[in-house]
């Protein structure tokens, strides 16, 4: 969907067929050409996955990335200083009433674009070379040449990578385990716009390119995603189940979570009677 009143009034722009979208990135030179991040059917595989790519503003869409019909597009990142380049997160995942299935073997895994999104050649260097699964990855425009990635991985494998040559090699520099706790589930890295030092993933941040980290403290547990001021770096506002809460000074104080009426809903129940009653 796109709003060009500010979030009042909003047009459908297709793509109803993907499913789950990962990400929605705008090309910041031109606000016409948008890439998307199709993960796909959460319950079923479906040739709709992959990235897909508009340069009119969502009128029309080029499929310009895809693996297969099990394996979708994640994330999605510009390089900050050349919009041509473009990084994407390829993922296997499915989701049934009995299991979750998040990664394979050789499948998914780190893309990368020069021209636009025309040609992608898979980047591999320092990276998990059996099973993989789901990847997030985060840039700064204090350092172009940097990217982030949080990985899907083996126990010895998982955790932030980092790339210096704007993601043709990578090197493993973190294990926490706060980075890939419940992967399906979590994974998000954000990077601060104005250091490309200062780096955060839900509820933790590491202030020397993800080698140490310290725990944060925001007002609700599930925490998704984080958007940093690129004027002001002290100022955040971090997503989470019960909402969103905006810190004005760097993670020392929050808003409240009780000024908004959101909530996340967990399961529905009807009973036997007729007309049934829904819970």
């Keep these: 969907y796109k709003s060009t009143d500010a979030g009042k009034t909003w047009s459908h722009l297709g793509l109803e067929k993907v499913g ?6 705008i090309d910041p030179t031109d606000p ?17 996955r992959g990235v897909y790519k508009s340069t009119d503003g969502g009128t029309t869409w080029d499929k310009v990335l895809y693996d297969s019909d099990s394996v979708g597009a994640v994330d999605l990142e510009f ?20 299991t979750i299935i998040s990664g394979g073997y050789q499948e998914g895994g780190i893309y990368k674009s020069k021209d636009g999104g025309k ?27 940097r990217l982030y990635a949080i990985v899907e991985a083996p126990v010895e494998e998982q955790g932030l990578y980092r790339s ?8 493993h520099v ?16 954000d990077v601060n716009p104005l250091n490309a030092s200062d780096v955060f993933s839900p509820g933790i941040r590491s202030r020397d390119g993800g080698k140490t980290w310290t725990r944060l403290n925001p007002p609700h547990g599930d925490n998704h995603d984080l958007w940093i001021n690129p004027n002001d770096s002290m100022i955040w506002i971090q997503s989470n189940d ?14 409240t979570q009780n000024n908004q009426p959101t909530a996340e809903l967990y399961q529905v129940e009807v009973d036997d009677q007729y007309p049934y009653w829904l819970y």
Excluded: C, H
């Excluded at 789950?20 to 990135?25: L, N, S």
């Excluded at 704007?166 to 090197?171: A, L, N, T």
């Design 164 to 171: 210096d040559d704007q993601g043709e090699s990578f090197v």
């Design 119 to 145: 040609t992608w050649e898979k980047k591999t260097k320092g990276l998990p070379e059996g099973l993989i699964g789901k990847i997030d990855l985060g840039v700064s425009a204090a350092d172009p040449l």
């Design 20 to 25: 789950q979208i990962g990400a929605v990135e």
């Design 79 to 98: 390089a900050p200083n050349n919009p041509n380049i473009v990084y994407a997160a390829m993922y296997r995942f499915k989701r049934t009433p009995w």
């Design 174 to 189: 973190s294990d926490n385990e706060d980075l890939v706790n419940r992967p399906f589930y979590y994974i998000n890295v």
């Design 32 to 48: 016409k050409t948008v890439f998307v991040a199709a993960m796909g059917q959460a319950f079923q595989n479906n040739e709709e």
């Design 242 to 255: 019960g909402g969103a809460n905006v810190t004005l000074n760097g993670g020392i104080s929050w808003s």
